[in-house]
């Protein structure tokens, strides 16, 4: 059965600077790599964004090749796009904010199945999560909401909120660092534990090469990542994740499934 499915959050321009200096431009956000993933799975994918007219029209391209529905995104003639430089150094990163975009108008998200919330740059609120899990199912990438821009432009990842808060959020897709970031728990399994105490369903937390912890009500799984897959860029390995857990999910019902096919799909993208 094929769902529809609202990807919600900022389309970006990515400046990434590798560690042997060689420098590229690319697209980015959660909503791109994961509604791109779903898409290709046989999901109906729908993007709500707000972008500037500095957005290349190649990688729109990108997204209407792959049957990604993008009608209603908004292009703002007053703002560019947001923009990140992301910086690698030895297996670690450093994101710097460039430039923001407004934020997303949750109230245009129409009829769809269920919503994949994925903020990067602060474009959605915990007060609009709350809001959308009160008309529609819901997941969520936390990663906009935490993150917090210096006056160098550099962004740390900060708690500004209560855990409380994401009650009747149905899954949740987060990285080690952000789930510390929410709990205060140092130990991946008992930041899960935590997360699910809080209200949220599923839990889905990623370890990079480690591989990923995947929770539902019944049982938590360790998924270990494919070793043997070369990675040129991680860049929105986690996203693909997550759209392609997502549509899995939905199409079959079987969560440990569903968490195989997104820790193959983000191993080998």
Not at 141 to 148: N, Y
Request: aromatic share 8%; hydrophobic share 40%; charged share 25%.
């Amino acid at each position: 059965m094929s769902c529809k499915i609202g990807f919600v959050g900022h389309l970006t321009i990515d400046e990434i600077i590798y560690k042997d200096g060689i420098v590229r431009t690319s697209p980015g956000g959660t909503v791109f790599y994961s509604s791109l993933t779903s898409s290709r799975l046989n999901s109906k994918s729908q993007v709500y964004s707000v972008i500037g007219e500095d957005y290349p029209e190649d990688y729109l391209r990108i997204l209407l090749e792959a049957g990604v529905d993008y009608s209603r995104i908004v292009i703002h003639k007053e703002h560019k796009t947001t923009m990140y430089r992301i910086v690698y150094r030895d297996g670690d990163r450093e994101l710097f904010l460039l430039e923001r975009a407004p934020r997303i108008n949750i109230e245009e998200i129409g009829d769809v199945d269920i919503v994949y919330l994925g903020p990067v740059a602060g474009e959605i609120t915990v007060e609009d999560v709350r809001k959308v899990v009160g008309k529609f199912k819901t997941m969520l990438d936390p990663q906009g909401i935490l993150r917090k821009p210096l006056q160098d432009r550099r962004i740390i990842l900060e708690k500004n909120f209560k855990i409380g808060l994401l009650r009747g959020v149905g899954i949740i897709r987060l990285t080690r660092e952000e789930a510390f970031i929410l709990t205060d728990e140092v130990k991946p399994l008992d930041a899960v534990r935590k997360i699910q105490d809080a209200g949220v369903e599923n839990v889905i937390l990623s370890m990079g090469y480690e591989g990923v912890i995947t929770a539902n009500k019944k049982k938590r799984y360790f998924i270990p990542s494919y070793s043997k897959a070369k990675v040129v860029d991680p860049t929105g390995a986690g996203d693909v994740l997550g759209g392609a857990f997502l549509t899995e999910y939905l199409s079959s019902g079987d969560f440990l499934w569903a968490s195989c096919i997104g820790v193959s799909a983000a191993s080998i993208s």
